[in-house]
């Protein structure tokens, strides 16, 4: 079974914090995402990985950077946490096969930021 | 337009019943699709995948694709209280290197 974890489920911050979200698959997967999901507006995409140390933005990146030192682990990087970045984080993995496309996703983060 | 959409519901069925979700796409050349169940407060769960006009059926779930017409359903055969979600449909886009577009979700309860 393709096992993500995320370093913690819930996650309180001050303004102004730089704050650290961990993810970890198991799989061997070519591609990671990290997606931001909030009430009514869905699952919206921050920033995805498809090869290590390689990052391209997603729909939403500004106030985010992320990290990918090792195939197996992507991390997202709020640089000064903000109120309106309050929101439960998911990461996500997926093969590097062309024809493959499923995502697994990891339990979740959810940050509050006050 | 939306290139996923869904009916945000809510959805009741009664327990027993056949719940039927619907979600269309807007891209003619998407390959991939499909179905996530999200509980609340926690992360959507893969359930089904398909990739042929047809139906494609997993247990009590089916799927079934339409490319003609743009849509993509889940079926959920004899449904239980424990089937109450929010379910996600996920396409890959013609345009999107190796990134899903989600729809917003329909919420579905089951009644006992």
């Known amino acids: 079974d393709v096992k993500v974890t995320q370093s913690s489920r819930y996650l309180v911050k001050r303004t102004g914090e730089k704050v650290f979200l961990e993810c970890v698959q198991d799989m061997d997967h070519e591609n990671m995402f990290w997606y931001r999901q909030d009430p009514g507006l869905g699952l919206r995409l921050i920033y995805f990985?498809?090869?290590?140390?390689?990052?391209e933005k997603g729909d939403i990146p500004e106030g985010y950077s992320v990290s990918r030192e090792k195939k197996e682990r992507f991390s997202l990087i709020l640089e000064s946490a903000s109120t309106n970045q309050t929101s439960m984080y998911l990461c996500?993995?997926?093969?590097?096969?062309?024809?493959?496309?499923?995502?697994?996703f990891g339990p979740g983060t959810r940050l509050t930021v006050t | 337009q939306k290139e996923v959409e869904q009916n945000s519901g809510p959805l009741s069925v009664p327990e027993g019943a056949i719940a039927s979700l619907n979600c269309t796409y807007s891209?003619?050349?998407?390959?991939?699709f499909f179905w996530y169940r999200q509980y609340s407060g926690k992360s959507p769960e893969l359930i089904m995948s398909i990739y042929s006009n047809g139906d494609k059926e997993d247990g009590r779930f089916t799927a079934q694709l339409n490319k003609a017409s743009q849509y993509v359903s889940l079926l959920i055969r004899d449904s239980q209280p424990s089937d109450s979600a929010t379910y996600l449909c996920a396409v890959k886009t013609r345009g999107s290197a190796r990134q899903l577009t989600f729809g917003s979700g329909t919420q579905l309860t089951v009644l006992p």
């Open positions: 996500a993995s997926s093969s590097g096969t062309s024809t493959v496309y499923e995502q697994y």
């Open positions: 891209d003619r050349g998407s390959q991939s």
């Open positions: 990985s498809y090869d290590v140390k390689m990052k």
